[in-house]
């Protein structure tokens, strides 16, 4: 039989949580990408005429679908994570690369696929 809990006991422990580990703070994660699989790739063509690319990146720990690479004006292309609309109408990233290397690297194996 499933056990139940008051909702004074599932805050309880909800706040418990929350003064061991503040909700604002950065974790860091020091282990560094080494390896990572580009999948499903597809081509399409943006409404500027410029080419882009869906993929899917598997690092190995996540696997975050719905990615693309795009070009900018330069003609380098740069990543982008799917995005979400907001309740103001606006769209928002749900993440981004820090490392210039790693973007590269992605973008290499994209168009070699």
């Known amino acids: 039989m ?3 809990r008051s ?3 599932a805050r309880s422990k909800s706040q418990a949580r929350s003064k061991a ?6 974790r860091t994660f020091n282990n560094t990408i080494t390896e990572f699989e ?7 063509e943006d409404s500027f005429g410029e080419t ?4 899917t990146l598997d690092l190995g ?3 975050i679908y719905s990615m ?3 070009m900018n004006k330069d003609g380098d292309y740069y990543i982008t994570f ?3 609309k907001g309740k103001d109408g606006e769209w928002y990233k749900t993440g981004y690369i820090e490392s210039s290397a790693l973007t590269d690297s992605i973008v290499e194996a994209i168009l070699q696929s």
């Open 7 to 9: 909702k004074s006991q």
């Open 82 to 84: 799917p995005s979400r």
């Open 38 to 44: 580009v999948s499903h790739v597809h081509e399409f």
């Open 68 to 70: 693309q690479a795009l």
């Open 21 to 26: 580990q503040p909700k604002n703070e950065r």
């Open 61 to 63: 720990f996540v696997t």
């Open 52 to 55: 882009g690319y869906y993929f």
């Open 2 to 4: 499933a056990q139940t």
